[in-house]
């Protein structure tokens, strides 16, 4: 569960379930208490229309409440649980549609790794009058590292870091060119002046379909008002990488050390620490469950036409696919203005 406050622009209480005109307002409505509820409710329909007592196949419903910290006890548990689990498909509901109109399935999330880098230079704040241009700097370090980090295309430029990825076919990109995307309406939201990306792919296909190495933050030395003429003693760096279908995280982690390595000069010392990672999941578009999904999405949709997608975030839905070796199918029913770890300001609403 993400963080929330009254002052942090909701115009009701976060954790009080508010309906106006026609929709509910609250922290997790959509992202996901709502889409879990909706598990539920589809027992309910389907008893009601079949005057069954039970369904008609096993169910088995997990959920957990660890995903916004990077569910790092999930693969613990199922692994634990694997024998009362087993299950010929898993259906994932923390996914969402194209949009209220445009009835989709998602077909795949990234995964992720994350890294925190502490470069140590000097062991304090030293003259740079006395000094610089004579002893190696940790901020120029970082700002160099940050600089190799991709190349004049937008590719990760570190050596093995798409090693095994599982590229885009012709037929997928063609799904997802069907999807009637507006880049200036994605800018919006995006609160964006403007694009940029790895070279040979679309807005979609970047965020969707391709890994991505990002700097989250950057930091050292002076930072208050004035100058202050020094070669400091320390800088950080935070990054994080998103990773497709055919990555390891395990092997993206060994790469990233060995890329650093490789631009440290000698006279600083550093520090890297991983975050727990999370695995790529995809679906394949021939799968036999995923027809059965889109079929019913259809039929919910009075036939309309399905189209699919893809999570550019991440989430534990490898561990089920990895440990019960089941395919995992994405049923999320969520639109983007709810509004997901925004205040009512922006939604963060879902229909009741």
Not at 230 to 240: D, H, R
Not at 254 to 274: M, S
Request: some cysteine.
């Amino acid at each position: 569960m993400q963080p929330a406050a009254r002052e942090d622009g909701w115009h009701t209480d976060p954790f009080e379930p508010t309906v106006v005109d026609g929709r509910m307002y609250a922290r997790g409505a959509a992202d996901d208490k709502g889409q879990v509820f909706f598990h539920t409710l589809g027992v309910r329909a389907h008893l009601a229309a079949t005057g069954r007592t039970a369904p008609a196949v096993t169910l088995k419903l997990l959920i957990e409440g660890e995903e916004e910290s990077g569910s790092p006890h999930f693969r613990e548990l199922v692994e634990a649980r694997a024998d009362r689990l087993a299950a010929d498909a898993v259906i994932v509901s923390d996914t969402g549609m194209w949009s209220e109109t445009t009835p989709t399935v998602c077909t795949g999330m990234r995964g992720v790794a994350d890294c925190e880098i502490e470069l140590y230079g000097p062991d304090q704040d030293i003259h740079s009058g006395s000094f610089g241009g004579a002893v190696p700097n940790p901020a120029t370090v970082a700002g160099r590292i940050v600089a190799a980090l991709h190349d004049e295309h937008e590719h990760v430029a570190i050596p093995g870091f798409y090693d095994g990825v599982t590229e885009l076919t012709e037929a997928e990109r063609a799904l997802v060119a069907e999807l009637p995307f507006d880049e200036e309406a994605w800018l919006r939201t995006a609160k964006s002046h403007g694009t940029l990306g790895e070279a040979g792919f679309t807005t979609l296909e970047r965020v969707w379909a391709r890994p991505t190495a990002e700097v989250n933050g950057i930091g050292g030395g002076y930072q208050g008002p004035g100058g202050k003429t020094i070669v400091p003693a320390g800088a950080q760096l935070k990054l994080s990488f998103r990773l497709v279908a055919g990555q390891d995280p395990a092997k993206i982690e060994l790469a990233v050390r060995d890329w650093l390595a490789g631009l440290v000069p000698a006279g600083i010392r550093y520090e890297i620490v991983f975050g727990a990672p999370t695995r790529p999941c995809l679906t394949p578009l021939d799968h036999p469950a995923l027809t059965a999904v889109a079929g019913a999405m259809s039929r919910a949709f009075d036939g309309a036409k399905v189209r699919y997608t893809r999570e550019g975030g991440s989430g534990p839905a490898a561990d089920l696919q990895d440990v019960l070796e089941a395919p995992v199918l994405f049923l999320g029913i969520s639109v983007p203005s709810d509004g997901w770890h925004a205040p009512t300001r922006r939604s963060s609403s879902i229909s009741s």
